[in-house]
């Protein structure tokens, strides 16, 4: 149960894209087409952005995209917004209903 | 709307014990597996446990296994996370988290603000 690996931090000006990486195992982000992202602004609540590695929960806007190859997962965040810069995370399934989160990625828009 | 409270945080010794209490509400809870997460501080998110529906199956990150247990009440629409023998590195912010099946797996889907627990 060893945590994901993400960049610390990536940034962006207003309008660009940023890709965020996330690295795991063949028994995490390999082995199952079961990745999540999540978007943090602290003290708040975690919230959803991407699930089954490009699938969209309602109401996420389609400038948040997902990908897999292989052993590793990205976020793309199309058309930077101010409100995009926040930490996010990405979480993977790793068998038997557990879970394993990525260290996290702070987004800083310019 | 969906809304989950948590509450039972606070100031713990080294080897003490917190109950944390996650109060649902917005859907039908018995419908759904819970979980909870944590965020120590300057570290990134962690999954800790999560309990299905009807409370019959459990699971533990490593680290807390035989330390802390989940338990729900559909009664009355929460779930807790009874901490024992706690570590400074228990330190963390603790979320609860509804937890949907979305396409092939489950997902921590609505969470809470968090409740911190201090272990020193």
């Known amino acids: 149960q060893s945590a994901l690996t993400q960049p610390r931090s990536v940034s962006g000006s207003p309008g660009q894209s940023v890709t965020i990486s996330c690295t795991g195992t063949?028994?995490?982000?390999?082995?199952?087409?079961?990745v999540a992202w999540y978007q943090h602004h602290p003290g708040e609540a975690p919230k959803l952005l991407i699930y089954?590695?490009?699938k969209w929960p309602s109401g996420v806007p389609h400038r948040f995209s997902g990908s897999k190859s292989g052993n590793t997962a990205s976020l793309t965040i199309s058309g930077l917004q101010a409100e995009d810069e926040a930490d996010y995370y990405c979480c993977s399934f790793a068998g038997t209903y557990t879970w394993v989160f990525g260290g996290g990625t702070k987004l800083t828009v310019l | 709307e969906v809304h989950l409270v948590e509450s039972g945080g606070g100031l713990v010794q080294p080897g003490g014990s917190l109950r944390l209490s996650c109060a649902a509400s917005?859907?039908?809870?018995?419908?759904?597996?819970m979980s909870w997460a944590r965020q120590a501080p300057g570290k990134g998110l962690e999954w800790v446990a999560n309990i299905k529906e009807d409370g019959s199956e459990q699971y533990y990150v490593d680290s807390v296994k035989g330390r802390f247990t989940i338990h729900r009440d559909n009664t009355k629409n929460s779930v807790s996370l009874q901490m024992n023998s706690l570590r400074a590195e228990d330190t963390a912010v603790y979320y609860c988290?509804?937890?949907?099946?979305?396409?092939?797996?489950?997902?921590?889907?609505?969470w809470g603000k968090g409740t911190t627990v201090t272990v020193s």
């Open positions: 089954d590695v490009i």
């Open positions: 063949r028994n995490d982000v390999g082995g199952y087409n079961s």
């Open positions: 917005g859907f039908t809870f018995i419908s759904h597996w």
């Open positions: 988290a509804r937890t949907l099946l979305l396409g092939y797996q489950y997902y921590m889907d609505v």
